[in-house]
């Protein structure tokens, strides 16, 4: 908005298409949406119960800076037993979201004008968040016909005299592509080679249906100069808690608390509570939650690929997104996705919101459940542009 008391550099419309979403769902009374990772399901009852309980007996104060000791030491606990990766309490930082993670990392590491290259197609804030931290961010294109594994090739043709860091996703949102271990291996002599920071965006790590979830950090030498984001936001179906964690070198979480002090201080206590009891009890929480999604993601694949015009990458390989092909309508992923929404009611997200190599594409979230995601695609086959 362009106002005389709004910051000019906010003055051009920077809304995202996630952020518009929200009202687009209003248009139609009957709108299935898929456009938003918000699971439809809650919270489990022992993560409430426990942290309800907490309440009722007094933490309901700031915490330590850094994060209710508790929690990082289960933060710790955790990276052992489920990575054999040793985590020290002076490495582990709590923050109030891992997109908030995202903006503190990225505050700490770059001086105006450093290039962060972006793994893309990507979550929609990351450019904004580069830009935030006045750095400037570089898009580096992955593509379905090489099951969007960074080239490592085009990776290092990116990088100049001021690249800072590289942020890579996986399990992926939007794709939903998980890296192999070789194309991580390759990015580690990359990181090393250019002596780049690594931003570790592991927010899906549940949802690795192919083979068990790999830390980057666990690459060789890469310890030191990776920034892990992780959330119990998704892992836990705990969005609305707004808490993740930070795990970095100790000095750049040092200095992540500083900025933080100024922001936000401290990151909610009873959220903090229920993050301990999510990671203590994961085992009786997480299998059938990973199963629930895992089981819409395999449908909705098999949906899709029935639909003339559209298809998608099987069997899916992570998080619970799909990202969806449409080149063949000969229409714009914008064009695809309003006449979705006019003719099906059906919300979906346009997959240049997630960068510029994503035109072509749709992505949908299955964040409802398995009867919904058959209506849904029901009403998209009964549209012209999907019949033979």
Not at 72 to 98: L, N, Q, T, W
Not at 157 to 167: D, H, N, S, Y
Not at 201 to 209: E, G, L, P
Request: charge should be negative.
């Amino acid at each position: 908005m362009k106002h005389k008391f709004i910051a000019k550099r906010y003055w051009k419309d920077q809304s995202t298409a996630m952020g518009k979403s929200d009202e687009m769902a209003k248009s139609f009374d009957d709108c299935i949406n898929l456009s938003l990772g918000d699971p439809d399901l809650i919270t489990d009852r022992l993560i409430i119960d426990k942290s309800y309980e907490d309440a009722r007996i007094g933490h309901t104060k700031y915490t330590d800076f850094r994060g209710d000791p508790e929690l990082r030491e289960e933060i710790c606990k955790y990276y052992k037993e489920e990575y054999d990766m040793e985590v020290k309490d002076e490495e582990v930082f709590v923050s109030a979201s891992a997109c908030l993670g995202m903006y503190l990392a990225l505050e700490a590491i770059i001086d105006d004008g450093d290039e962060v290259i972006l793994q893309a197609p990507y979550f929609t804030p990351y450019p904004q968040q580069v830009e935030l931290a006045r750095g400037i961010p570089v898009e580096l294109p992955t593509l379905e016909e090489e099951d969007f594994q960074i080239n490592v090739e085009r990776l290092e043709g990116l990088i100049t005299e001021r690249t800072k860091a590289l942020v890579i996703n996986s399990p992926s949102n939007p794709t939903g592509n998980c890296l192999t271990t070789e194309t991580m291996e390759k990015i580690a002599v990359i990181a090393e080679k250019y002596d780049l920071v690594v931003i570790s965006d592991d927010i899906y790590t549940a949802f690795s249906y192919e083979h068990p979830f790999v830390p980057f950090a666990t690459m060789p030498g890469m310890r030191e100069r990776t920034i892990i984001l992780n959330s119990f936001s998704k892992n836990f179906t705990m969005t609305g808690w707004r808490v993740g964690n930070i795990i970095a070198p100790d000095y750049i979480i040092k200095t992540i608390q500083q900025i933080n002090e100024n922001v936000v201080f401290t990151a909610p206590s009873i959220s903090q509570r229920a993050a301990i009891y999510a990671l203590r009890h994961r085992k009786e929480i997480q299998p059938a939650m990973v199963e629930e999604y895992r089981s819409r993601m395999f449908y909705a694949a098999e949906r899709i690929n029935q639909i003339p015009n559209m298809h998608v990458i099987y069997p899916p390989k992570g998080s619970f997104y799909l990202f969806i092909n449409i080149k063949d309508t000969g229409l714009t992923s914008t064009e695809v996705t309003e006449e979705i929404l006019k003719e099906a009611h059906v919300l979906m997200l346009p997959g240049n919101a997630f960068g510029d190599c994503g035109e072509g594409y749709m992505r949908i979230a299955c964040t409802v459940g398995t009867d919904k995601l058959k209506e849904a695609f029901d009403r998209i086959a009964e549209m012209k542009l999907f019949r033979r």
